[in-house]
C-alpha cells in the first residue's frame, strides 16, 4: 500500500512541477537592471457588454487587479496580475486568474511626450503618452480566429499625480467598412503608489 501511495504522491508532483514551469513572462536567466522608476497599481475593473446601442454592465466579469511597472530608460516593463472572484464568471476571457506581461519601447515625440511600442501577453502595437501624461495604445490581439469577436484592444490611460488616482479603459472592438464596432469594455480605477527614493 506504501508503494501505491508513493506512486500516487510521485505523480502528483509530477504534475505540479510540469503546470508550475510556465509563465506568461519572458524567460531570462540574468537579473534585471535596476529601473529608473517603479510603481504600484492596485484596484479594481468593471466589464460592459455594447448591446442593441448602448453599454451594459457585466458584473461577472469585474475583477480586481494589481500592476507593477518598472521603467528604464528606453522601455518599461509592466506585469498585471488580474483575479476574476464572481461567483458566475463563465471563464470565456481566460482562467479566472490571470498574468499579463507588456513591454513598451519609447521614442520622443514631436509634441514633446512619447511614441509608444508595445509587444507582450496581449499581443502588439502602438500608442502615444502626451507630455503632461495620458497613455493611448491600441494593440492587435495575439488570440485571432472566427471566434474571436473583436480585432483590436484600445487602452486608454490618465495618471492624477495630485491624488495618485489612476483611471483606465480598456476596450475590445473590431473595425470594419471605416467604423468601429464596439464589444466589451472595461472600466479600471485604482491607486497608485510610487517606491520612496532612498
Avoid at 510556465?22 to 492596485?42: E, G, I, Q, R, Y
Avoid at 513591454?103 to 520622443?108: A, F, L, Q, Y
Avoid at 496581449?122 to 503618452?129: I, N, P, Q, R, Y
Wanted: hydrophobic share 40%; proline share 7%; net charge neutral.
Amino acid at each position: 500500500m506504501m508503494g501505491l501511495k508513493s506512486i500516487l504522491m510521485g505523480a502528483g508532483f509530477l504534475l505540479v512541477a510540469c503546470t508550475s514551469l510556465h509563465t506568461a513572462l519572458p524567460l531570462t536567466d540574468a537579473l534585471s537592471p535596476a529601473p529608473l522608476s517603479s510603481s504600484v497599481f492596485v484596484g479594481h475593473g468593471r466589464a460592459f457588454r455594447f448591446t442593441d446601442g448602448t453599454w451594459v454592465r457585466l458584473p461577472e466579469y469585474d475583477y480586481e487587479f494589481s500592476v507593477v511597472e518598472k521603467r528604464f530608460a528606453r522601455h518599461w516593463e509592466a506585469v498585471k496580475e488580474v483575479h476574476r472572484l464572481h461567483p458566475r464568471y463563465d471563464g470565456r476571457a481566460g482562467p479566472r486568474d490571470q498574468t499579463l506581461f507588456f513591454k513598451v519601447w519609447t521614442s520622443p515625440a514631436a509634441d514633446g511626450g512619447l511614441d509608444l511600442t508595445v509587444e507582450g501577453t496581449l499581443g502588439a502595437g502602438k500608442g502615444h503618452e502626451k507630455p503632461g501624461g495620458g497613455i493611448v495604445l491600441e494593440v492587435t490581439p495575439a488570440e485571432k480566429g472566427w471566434f474571436v469577436p473583436f480585432d483590436t484592444i484600445r487602452i486608454r490611460q490618465s495618471r492624477g499625480t495630485e491624488n495618485g488616482r489612476l483611471e483606465e479603459v480598456v476596450e475590445l472592438f473590431s473595425r470594419r467598412n471605416g467604423r468601429e464596432v464596439p464589444f466589451i469594455k472595461m472600466q479600471e480605477e485604482g491607486i497608485v503608489y510610487r517606491p520612496i527614493a532612498p
